[in-house]
């Protein structure tokens, strides 16, 4: 493999290990200033119990997901020298932003919301509680900007400094608010209030399962239920603003998205399989659709793959395979939010016995949906690393060769390994702990036939 196809695995790899934990600290965030927000109302020592224990988890999870973030920030100064040339003025700014006014925040009261419960008033670690969520917020608003403009690149020009080119910002409000800023954040965030909810659900039904600590495993799913409910559809609905966007500004990403090769009235694939050698799409469709979906009627043509010189488009099966895979499981993620909601509206939350066991396992379809929905964003800009400026094959460092990113990329790849065992090692062990930090089998017999109505 040349240098280029390893740096791009590399850097995949460091993204995906890396993008394990933020959504669960942002999800979780959310989920905890509720908990806490519960107790503060109605002084029930439940809604405290459970909001200490799901800290403890918070806490790990913002520990492991600094240190694989870290990684990621050096490759950009050893595998990609030109790009960081290139975007340096840009691409550095919403990154300090996040660093300044996010990260400070988010680990600036994190130490309140660990160690402060019996050292502050309630309010006062309430509003803790509130920054380090605000702060996991914008980290995730700051980061998906810079990632935005590189899709929509706006709010600025190019300079020539001798041999080399450089972009640099003319309007810096208009880098921040580019075209695909806020469909692109309010998807993301969507989806990270789920991958928090579902991990809550999926925890909580482990509980059930085991017949422990029954009165967290009530209390934590019912409000993960209506976190899950409402990011649910939030999250279809955003999915559907940012697919309109990618229609009006990267056609050629929204063309293989559906495998849709000539310009003209296109239909929706439910599932399919590209042939790029032919340039042909084979599966199940609903005719027009996708022009309904994008124009609100069936007859409006959308551009097609073929509109673009082979060069300029992105591998367009894999695109295509990820994205369908994303919006399956987006819908078998709002079918199971809202059998919860069904099951507690009709009070039968915690006797459906199948349903525990499904939600176990759950946590993993937000997850999967977050990786694969990113793969087909990235991919689907390829060949371009800032969308019509600059293609990722120019944006490489020249010095470095295939041996050494081998290398970096053996190292890098062990250690995320190892991180993400450590990960499961100690929330498997803070889940078997329960809420009181022990291994007691049962919780009280008064709470377990409670429920946190």
Known sequence: MDAEILARIQFALTICFHYIYPPISIGLGVILVIME???????????????????KVFALTFAVGVATGIVMEFQFGT????????????????????????????SGFLAILVFGWDKVKPRTHFISTMMVALGAHLSALWIIVANSWMQ?????????????TRAEITDFWAVVF????????????????????????????YYF???????????SMKIAIVVAAFASMFQLFTG?????????????????FEGHYETAPADLYLVGWV??????????????MLSFLIFGNTYTPVAGLNEFAPGDRPPV?????????????????????????????????????????????????PQISNQIGWMAAEIGRQPWIVYGYLRTKDAISKTVDSGEIVFSLIMFTLIHILLLALFIFLLIRKVKQGPDGDNSENDNPEQQLQFAE
């Open 240 to 256: 559907h603003l940012s697919a309109s966007q990618v229609a009006a500004t990267q056609p050629a990403k929204l063309a293989a």
């Open 37 to 55: 927000g519960m107790y503060m109302k109605t002084k029930n020592i439940r809604y405290h119990r459970i909001t200490k224990f799901w800290v």
């Open 317 to 365: 099966n894999i695109v295509f395979q990820a994205y369908h895979a994303m919006v399956a499981i987006g819908m078998l993620i709002i079918l199971l939010a809202y059998l919860g909601v069904f099951y507690w509206w009709r009070g039968k939350l915690e006797n459906v016995k199948w349903f525990h066991h499904v939600m176990m396992w759950s946590f993993l379809l």
């Open 152 to 164: 929509t690149p706006t709010g600025f020009h190019i300079v020539q400094e001798g041999i080399m």
């Open 275 to 288: 042939d790029e050698a032919n340039n042909k799409t084979y599966g199940i469709k609903l005719p027009g």
């Open 209 to 219: 399962t085991k017949k422990k600590h029954l009165d967290l495993a009530k209390s």
């Open 178 to 205: 580019n075209p695909s800023t806020l469909e692109r954040v309010s998807h993301t965030l969507s989806g990270a209030w789920l991958t928090g909810a579902f991990l809550v659900l999926s925890i909580s039904a």
């Open 79 to 106: 595998n990609w020298a030109t790009y960081s040339r290139y975007v340096g003025d840009v691409f550095g700014s919403p990154l300090a932003a996040e660093g300044v006014f996010a990260f400070f925040l988010e």
